[in-house]
């Protein structure tokens, strides 16, 4: 079959055959329909041998979607063949306190018994065939379109915990900043708009992100720099926000983000940019709750599918086939994809127009 994989350390992804997977017991083979690309992959591509989960070569992809043809002993009876599912990707031990309260995307054992998320660790959804080691990994899609889907188990996955987990303070009278109008940030915008009745504010480097921020509704939507934060504190009286949601996580967000919280205010910390919250009494206001949200729950992703088959997320995509994957990929780390990348595997040959 066809894949996209990482094959050495510090490369880029490559287009291959490998043999098709074959279903042990307890797994379930998947037919893809759609994989989305992530900010998370390209930085798998730059970790060095001595952080890297798993093994090389890595197939790619964490975002999926695809339909049951086949399972293992011990699962066939928990899956339909034929139906259509998504993947959800912070796979835990099942058996740890985390696990038992359903957050096993904070599993205790994942990392020493060697229990990585698909794309990140173990083979992930950018081939033409996937294998998921758990039937409960499986959530159905129903109608909902595959290319709409996919970007549903992480882009929409981790705002919506990262929201509801700061949904108390969201109140009428509220303000929340959003920085990063990309695939998360575009999603959270949809969350807040719907789920609270907050002033919400988009932030970013990008005209064409703005302008998209505008269409999904927001209050307002402000360049990345000081001037923000002056915007900001005039907006809340000199206050700041109640809630902060860092959807790109690069120092310059992280050091502007600070300035903008108020008391008691949440600081949510989602991007992996690499840079560095400055925490300290003194260096942000009093009672300040600074967030580091990975993933979500799998009951979170349940809500999320049945927030898409009620219209209130719609996440914008651009549709690549398996052979396009490494240009998507040099796109998505140049800023130039608006909202979600994502694989269609059934797609023969390349998609790119221009």
């Not at 928990?78 to 796979?91: H, K, N, R, S």
Request: hydrophobic share 40%; net charge negative.
């Amino acid at each position: 079959m066809k894949a996209i994989q990482l094959r050495e350390y510090g490369g880029r992804p490559e287009v291959v055959e490998i043999d098709d997977p074959t279903p042990g017991p307890g797994q379930i083979l998947l037919k893809m329909t759609a994989a989305g690309l992530c900010h998370s992959d390209i930085g798998v591509m730059n970790w060095t041998k001595e952080n890297f989960w798993g093994e090389l070569p890595l197939t790619l992809g964490h975002e999926c979607v695809g339909t049951v043809v086949d399972a293992g002993a011990g699962s066939r009876q928990l899956v339909t063949i034929g139906e259509d599912v998504l993947v959800y990707g912070p796979w835990g031990c099942g058996r740890c306190r985390q696990c038992a309260q359903g957050y096993e995307n904070y599993c205790y054992n994942a990392k020493k018994l060697g229990i990585y998320p698909p794309g990140l660790g173990t083979p992930g959804g950018l081939a033409e065939y996937m294998l998921v080691d758990r039937a409960r990994y499986l959530v159905p899609i129903g109608d909902l379109n595959p290319i709409k889907a996919a970007p549903l188990t992480d882009a929409g996955l981790t705002p919506y915990h990262a929201v509801m987990h700061s949904l108390p303070k969201l109140k009428a009278h509220s303000t929340a900043v959003v920085f990063g109008v990309g695939g998360l940030g575009h999603v959270a915008i949809q969350l807040l708009k719907h789920l609270t009745p907050s002033t919400v504010v988009a932030i970013d480097v990008s005209d064409r992100n703005l302008d998209l921020a505008r269409k999904l509704g927001v209050d307002y939507a402000l360049k990345s720099n000081q001037d923000a934060v002056d915007a900001v504190s005039d907006l809340t009286g000199g206050l700041g926000a109640e809630v902060v949601f860092d959807f790109v996580g690069i120092q310059a967000t992280a050091d502007l983000g600070a300035q903008m919280t108020r008391v008691r205010g949440d600081w949510n910390l989602v991007g992996i940019g690499g840079g560095v919250a400055k925490v300290g009494f003194g260096l942000l206001p009093y009672e300040c709750q600074v967030f580091s949200p990975y993933w979500g729950t799998r009951s979170d992703l349940y809500d999320v599918v049945d927030l898409a088959r009620k219209g209130v997320i719609d996440i914008h995509t651009e549709t690549y086939a398996l052979d396009d994957a490494p240009e998507a990929y040099r796109r998505l780390e140049a800023g130039e994809i608006l909202g979600r990348g994502v694989i269609d595997p059934q797609l023969k040959g390349s998609a790119l127009t221009s």
